[in-house]
């Protein structure tokens, strides 16, 4: 079981970023799938999750993520993709794709079972 994360980098606050995440080694269909965030001295945080199937989408309890982020999939391709837009400073951090097969308690690193590499996004100002 892989996921393989990508698409960070470097950019100017203002900018924007797609992360991917590649998941393969099973079959899914049955998970959800969400991006995590870890700063640098700090937590790691839910951002977003989505269902494969159907497509549910569930958002950090943040305003500012919500208005910002949008976490979509390609079922075709196995990749889940979350579009950052208008990205600031302090959204400086590790991002992590993961899959839970529980279904609940999404915004729990806890309750996923997979875990890809991370990926670094970086933000100057």
């Known amino acids: 079981v892989q996921l393989q994360a990508s698409g960070g980098g470097l950019v100017q606050a203002g900018g924007s970023l797609r992360l991917s995440c590649a998941a393969s080694g099973r079959t899914f269909s049955s998970y959800v799938m969400g991006w995590f965030r870890q700063a640098p001295g700090k937590e790691r945080e839910f951002v977003a999750a989505?269902?494969?199937?159907?497509?549910?989408?569930?958002?950090a309890d943040s305003d500012s993520v919500k208005a910002r982020f949008t976490i979509s999939k390609d079922n075709a391709k196995n990749t889940v993709y979350l579009q950052m837009n208008s990205l600031k400073p302090e959204d400086t951090a590790v991002y992590y794709c993961?899959?839970?097969?529980?279904?609940?308690?999404?915004?729990?690193?806890?309750?996923?079972?997979?875990w890809g590499q991370g990926t670094l996004v970086t933000v100057s100002s």
């Open positions: 993961a899959a839970s097969s529980r279904g609940y308690g999404l915004a729990a690193s806890y309750n996923y079972d997979y």
């Open positions: 989505i269902t494969w199937s159907g497509g549910s989408t569930w958002y």
